[in-house]
Nanobody
C-alpha cells in the first residue's frame, strides 16, 4: 500500500493549489482518506477527511470554507483544493488512509486510525 501526495508549491497569499493523493495497492473507496499538515516547529494537525463512502467530509475550523476535499474513484485519487491561501497554511501536507470498509460514513482526524501515510508535499505561502 502506498500513497503519493503531490501538488505543493510556492503560492502568493490569496492563491490556490490543488493537492493530489494517489493510492496504490488499495482502493480509496474502502478507506477514509485524511489530509494532515505540519508547519515548522508545530505539531501535525488534521485538516480534512473524506469517508470511504465519499458521502461525508470533515474540515478543521481553520480551513472551513477555503478547502475542499474530493475524490476520483477511477483514478484512485483524493484531492484537496486549497483556496484563499494564508501564510499560516504553509506546511508539509500529508495524506493518509484509514480502513473503514466500503460505504462507511465515518470520518476521523485521529492519527491512530490511519495506518498508511504518504510522503508529504510542501506548500509555501509567500508574497
Amino acid at each position: 500500500v502506498q500513497l503519493q501526495a503531490s501538488g505543493g508549491g510556492l503560492v502568493h497569499p490569496g492563491g490556490s493549489l490543488r493537492l493530489s493523493c494517489v493510492g496504490s495497492g488499495f482502493t480509496v473507496d474502502n478507506y477514509a482518506i485524511g489530509w494532515f499538515r505540519q508547519a515548522p516547529g508545530k505539531e501535525r494537525e488534521g485538516v480534512s477527511c473524506i469517508s470511504s463512502s465519499g458521502a461525508n467530509t470533515y474540515y478543521a475550523d481553520s480551513v472551513k470554507g477555503r478547502f475542499a476535499i474530493s475524490r476520483d474513484i477511477a483514478k484512485n485519487t483524493v484531492y484537496l483544493q486549497i483556496n484563499s491561501l494564508k501564510p499560516e497554511d504553509a506546511a508539509v501536507y500529508y495524506c493518509a488512509a484509514a480502513y473503514h470498509g466500503p460505504n462507511s460514513t465515518y470520518t476521523t482526524m485521529l492519527e491512530s486510525w490511519y495506518t498508511f501515510w504518504g510522503r508529504g508535499t510542501l506548500v509555501t505561502v509567500s508574497s
